[in-house]
C-alpha cells in the first residue's frame, strides 16, 4: 500500500477498503501503526476506517464522528473495533461505544496506550509534561503551532507552556529524523526534551485481540 500522506489523515482520514471482515474504526493519527501492526502480522483480514485526525482539535465531535462510522458500516462486517481512547469525550465516546455494542481501546488518550496504560499510571507526576507521538512531531505545526497562534504571536508561548516543564516524545519507530525534528519542538516550546521508544504498546494488544474475532 502506498504510503499515505499525513495532511490527508489530518483533514479527510481514510475510506475503508471493504476487503476484510474485521473493521478498525480509528484516528487518522494512527493510520500508519495500524497500517505497520496489520503488515508485520499477516492480518489481512483487518480492515482499516481513519476518521480525520484534526477531530482532536474539536474532541465534542468525537463521539457523533464514531457513532456514524459505526452505523454506516453496519452489516458490512463480522465485527468492529473503535481505536479510540477517552480522547477528551469525557467517556461519553465509552458510553456510545457500549450503546452501539462495539468495543474501544482502553485509556484516556493515545500518550496511555502507547506507553501502556499501567505503565503510563504508574506516573502521575508528570502532569507538567507536553506529549508527542511519531504523527503529532511530524504534524506539529498543523496540531500545535498554527492551531495556537504561535505561528502569529510567539509571545503567547509562555502563556500556554509556563507551566509545562518538559516536552515527552513517545516514539513509535526509531527515526533520527524525527529524533531531531521532536527535540526541536521541544527548543521552539522552551521545554526540556525527553525521548521515550513505546512502539505500539497496548495499541498492538489491542489489534491483536480484534484479529482473533
Not at 107 to 112: F, Q, V
Not at 114 to 123: D, K, P, Q, T, Y
Amino acid at each position: 500500500m502506498a504510503l499515505i500522506s499525513d495532511d490527508l489523515l489530518t483533514a479527510e482520514g481514510l475510506a475503508p477498503a471493504h476487503l476484510g471482515r474485521v473493521l478498525l474504526i480509528a484516528c487518522g493519527a494512527l493510520a500508519h501503526e495500524v497500517l505497520a501492526l496489520k503488515r508485520v502480522n499477516g492480518w489481512d483480514h483487518l480492515d482499516l476506517q481513519c476518521l480525520p485526525a484534526n477531530l482532536h482539535l474539536y474532541p465534542d465531535r468525537i463521539t457523533e464522528a464514531v457513532t456514524r462510522a459505526v452505523e454506516a458500516q453496519r452489516g458490512a462486517y463480522d465485527s468492529m473495533f473503535v481505536l479510540y481512547a477517552d480522547c477528551g469525550t469525557g467517556g461519553l465516546l465509552l458510553a456510545r461505544c457500549q450503546e452501539l455494542g462495539v468495543e474501544m481501546i482502553e485509556g484516556p488518550h493515545c500518550y496511555s496506550f502507547f506507553e501502556g496504560n499501567a505503565v503510563f499510571a504508574a506516573h502521575p507526576d508528570e502532569f507538567t509534561a507536553f506529549y508527542l507521538t511519531d504523527f503529532l512531531v511530524r504534524q506539529f505545526d498543523a496540531f500545535v503551532w498554527r492551531p495556537m497562534g504561535l505561528d502569529r504571536h510567539p509571545q503567547l508561548r509562555d502563556m500556554y507552556f509556563g507551566n509545562y516543564t518538559k516536552l515527552v516524545y513517545q516514539a513509535q519507530t526509531n527515526d533520527p529524523a524525527l529524533d531531531a525534528k521532536a527535540e526541536d519542538c521541544a527548543r521552539r516550546l522552551g521545554l526540556a526534551y525527553e525521548r521515550r521508544f513505546t512502539g505500539y504498546g497496548d495499541l498492538a494488544v489491542v489489534m491483536a485481540q480484534a484479529a482473533a474475532t
